[in-house]
């Protein structure tokens, strides 16, 4: 985690540091007692808006749940001055190979514990060699198997080891930023490279200054706390590392210059590559520098829209620039008006205290609402989801009394009409099936389906296991469809084509599951999706009401893969998905316009 702000970090922050220090007290062996609290207290903070600084100010932090005495001292400390006296200790105490460890899927806090004591492993090398040697097995607990997997997932970590989610290098690339910014001699500044174009995974952060003092820039940013220069690359640019591993580049250009920088420096390669044809077909060259025309001349660019418009192209937002044909397609007239978060209406995929949540009915609706949405879906787990919590029938029934007496009480009508629509996220049992009888799937407003278990079938099994669910004719959209965890574990192996094909053919939605560890579907595979008609639906698998700000890293993948707003099912007005979802209802049971078996069916009309 990067250096806090000394003023009021937002609790998700603060969560992410209660989080660190319970992992780093159970890995260095102390009170389990006292690192569950801390983990404890991390979940509540995640739920929660409080305004921490007033809280400490006034000597209220006991106020919040599962905060005692000794978190609150620790909160306090961070609040007030940036800093976490217990968390620089831990880290201090705890061997510097250990973190490498922890991203070794399946490895967790107790086995790297006893790797560590009982093996004197410190490090991936030190791993992969007692691997290698047969001694992991010999530990209890471990195994033959188990010993493979660790070895399987050393290579995995070593690939994930200095990369990171788009969020978390989002937040640390946002505080460089400013520190340059505030430098003298700075014209203008922005993010660049991969963090601009929103991929969901980086291995650097880039940064463009424009200036005529570079020097100030550059010792703006090595001045700032957690950053070491690393050196300069082929191009001159500055080269630096921040404390947790992450790179960082700098390039500076003088202010005449930025516009073309700022093209260049986003990329990406194949982007740029395409960029650079297409301005030789119309008779100019583009460099890092700007754009030329045949026999001399700089074009004047006042921004990035006119570089485009230089090259007889409409501007294509950075989340396009990766190279997979977009500037053929904008040469030939593509210009789409890309979804924004603003144009969400609801979401879908939530969870409430009823399984894993951390917020009611009542308060995840409300939170909703606050956001201006007119609808929101629940999707507690299913019962054989017991490690979340998973409802049985009757829970599951109590629950839609609970949502059918907030939506008479406070609903509303007409114009500002808010729904909660009741669902479930059913478990897609290793056999196709969906988790509850069909009556009780029957009685719901929709069904979302996905994975949670037996991860390890064959990419044939695993593939027809989803297909026989999403040709069940309850389901209504299938969630997170490879099971990943961004940098914590591969996908399962499925054909996630096939699988679109398939949803295509049932009239399916697909889930971008918007959880910034998972964003699942890949952006990749969307595109393909929305080429078969398969509706969308942004989810942001909310366990709390902070976690609807998910949405908008979903919306950062559907962008990408160049998706308008009617190309996705929440942006529909709650009347179009009120009569979606008792269209598929209807479709499902067999009534007068459900399709024959096999025969494609189709949402609603564009």
Not at 21 to 31: K, Q
Not at 159 to 170: G, N, Q, V
Not at 256 to 268: D, I, K, M, Y
């Amino acid at each position: 985690m990067s250096e806090l702000p000394a003023e009021a970090p937002h609790p998700r922050d603060v969560a992410r540091l209660l989080s660190e220090i319970a992992t780093l007290m159970e890995l260095n062996g102390r009170d389990p007692f006292r690192s569950r609290a801390f983990a404890s207290a991390a979940r509540a903070l995640e739920g929660t808006d409080a305004d921490l600084y007033a809280l400490a100010q006034a000597d209220r932090l006991t106020s919040l749940r599962g905060v005692g005495e000794g978190i609150a001292a620790v909160i306090r400390e961070v609040v007030l001055t940036g800093r976490s006296t217990p968390l620089e200790e831990l880290r201090a105490a705890t061997p510097i190979g250990l973190f490498d460890l922890m991203r070794i899927p399946g490895l967790g806090t107790k086995r790297i514990r006893t790797l560590h004591t009982g093996l004197g492993v410190d490090s991936l090398d030190a791993l992969e060699e007692a691997a290698r040697a047969g001694r992991v097995a010999e530990l209890p607990g471990f195994g033959e198997k188990t010993q493979q997997r660790i070895l399987e997932g050393i290579a995995f970590a070593r690939a994930s080891r200095k990369r990171r989610r788009y969020p978390e290098a989002l937040e640390a690339a946002a505080r460089l930023l400013d520190g340059i910014r505030a430098a003298p001699g700075v014209a203008a500044a922005e993010i660049v490279g991969a963090l601009r174009r929103r991929m969901e995974v980086v291995d650097r952060v880039d940064l463009l200054a424009a200036t005529d003092a570079p020097e100030r820039v550059e010792a703006a940013l090595l001045a700032l706390n957690g950053v070491r220069e690393d050196g300069r690359d082929p191009d001159g640019a500055l080269l630096a590392c921040l404390t947790d591993g992450v790179g960082v580049r700098l390039r500076c250009v003088s202010p005449g210059r930025f516009v073309a920088a700022l093209v260049w420096e986003t990329g990406s390669d194949a982007h740029l590559a395409g960029l650079v044809e297409r301005a030789r077909a119309q008779g100019l060259s583009l460099g890092r520098d700007g754009v030329v025309r045949e026999g001399g001349g700089a074009v004047a660019l006042a921004d990035e829209a006119a570089l485009y418009s230089a090259l007889g192209l409409p501007y294509l937002p950075p989340e396009l620039r990766e190279g997979t044909g977009e500037v053929e397609r904008a040469a030939a007239g593509w210009a789409p008006r890309l979804v924004e978060t603003a144009d969400l209406r609801g979401t879908f995929h939530c969870h409430t205290t009823y399984s894993d949540g951390r917020a009611t009915v009542a308060e995840m609706a409300e939170a909703a609402r606050a956001r201006g949405w007119s609808y929101l879906g629940l999707a507690d787990h299913s019962r054989s989801a017991a490690y979340a919590g998973g409802l049985s029938i009757s829970r599951l029934r109590e629950q839609r009394r609970e949502v059918d007496r907030w939506n008479a009480g406070q609903g509303g009508a007409g114009e500002g009409a808010f729904r909660v629509f009741h669902g479930t996220e059913s478990d897609i049992l290793p056999d196709g099936s969906l988790d509850y009888p069909d009556d009780v799937l029957a009685s719901l407003d929709y069904v979302v389906g996905s994975v949670h278990s037996s991860f390890g079938m064959s990419e044939e099994e695993m593939t027809a296991r989803v297909i026989r669910a999403v040709r069940h004719p309850a389901l209504t959209m299938l969630g997170h469809p490879t099971g990943r965890l961004l940098l914590t574990r591969e996908g399962y192996a499925i054909d996630v084509r096939a699988v679109i094909d398939a949803a295509a053919e049932a009239a399916v939605a697909i889930e971008i599951n918007a959880n910034p560890q998972r964003l699942d579907l890949d952006w990749r595979h969307v595109g393909y999706a929305a080429e078969r008609g398969v509706l969308i639906a942004i989810n942001p698998d909310a366990h709390s009401t902070a976690g609807l700000e998910h949405v908008a890293y979903g919306v950062s993948m559907a962008r990408k893969a160049g998706l308008e707003a009617r190309q996705i099912l929440n942006c529909w007005t709650l009347d179009e998905v009120v009569s979606y979802f008792a269209k598929r209802k209807q479709e499902g049971q067999g009534g007068a316009d459900a399709p024959a078996p096999g025969a494609p069916r189709r949402g609603v009309p564009r």
